[in-house]
């Protein structure tokens, strides 16, 4: 690599509004030459950090290798690249076999996180997923669907442990999933579909596990959105009895007699 070559930036978009980027990946969408964004989840919008001059590739249509050899075109050039996902890239971004396929090529690369559709949609409500005395695990997953995943993963397992969770890629199987969670949380489970979280068109829907299935289909959602089970959907400002000892007055830290 010449000193001219700069590394290719992966990039997390966020969730959906331009300004919930990092400035880091701002900035990086501010000095790139060309940017390949994924054009079915990433929307236009985020591309107004981008310069007119620079070029814009939407992957929606390429496959692997083609995304690659737009990289390497570009790389060799001198140009500066990003690579530009939603949310946060290491999740679900399927980063790891681009980066891999570069490293073979001496292309190195850096990645920039983002706000993932799980963080974004608690902002949104003002949750906690982790309440002192009724859940300190947050658990992001999915459901086996045309991506299968590991046996131990399954999503029957998971919701056993009755812990805060978001279940991402999975509204197209919600009676699957509501299945499950209604075995694994009960049929009165507080729940929450998070519809393209932080968009203009954004949804956020509570509802119970049970009904789950029917409100998805009466909306007509099938595709972008989150659902969020656990229990700390079920406290509210009325029934919170536990408070975190970080900010109990009898509660003495290095910062705090």
Excluded at 30 to 56: F, Q
Excluded at 95 to 112: M, R, S, T
Excluded at 114 to 125: E, H, K, N, R
């Amino acid at each position: 690599m010449s000193k001219d070559n700069y590394p290719v930036m992966f990039v997390g978009a966020g969730p959906g509004d331009p300004d919930l980027i990092t400035v880091k990946g701002q900035q990086a969408l501010r000095h790139s030459d060309m940017v390949i964004y994924a054009g079915s989840l990433v929307p236009e919008a985020v591309l107004k950090w981008t310069r007119p001059d620079a070029t814009k590739i939407s992957s929606a249509s390429l496959d692997l290798g083609q995304i690659i050899d737009e990289i390497e075109r570009a790389f060799r050039k001198g140009m500066r690249v990003v690579r530009l996902h939603t949310g946060d890239p290491s999740l679900y971004g399927a980063i790891f076999e681009q980066i891999a396929a570069l490293d073979k090529l001496g292309i190195p690369c850096q990645v920039i996180p983002g706000v993932t559709a799980a963080f974004a949609a608690a902002a949104a409500m003002g949750l906690e997923y982790t309440l002192p005395e009724v859940c300190q695990t947050l658990i992001l997953t999915r459901i086996a669907g045309k991506t299968p995943v590991p046996e131990m993963e399954a999503l029957e397992g998971l919701a056993a442990h009755q812990a805060s969770m978001a279940i991402y890629l999975s509204i197209g199987h919600v009676d699957r999933v509501g299945a499950i969670l209604e075995s694994a949380y009960g049929r009165d489970a507080g729940c929450v579909v998070a519809y393209r979280v932080s968009h203009p068109d954004e949804k956020i829907i509570r509802t119970t596990v049970g009904e789950l299935p029917e409100v998805t289909r009466s909306e007509n959602i099938s595709r972008h959105a989150l659902i969020i089970v656990g229990k700390v959907l079920d406290v509210s400002a009325e029934t919170l009895k536990h408070k975190s000892r970080l900010y109990d007055q009898d509660f003495t830290h290095g910062y705090r007699k």
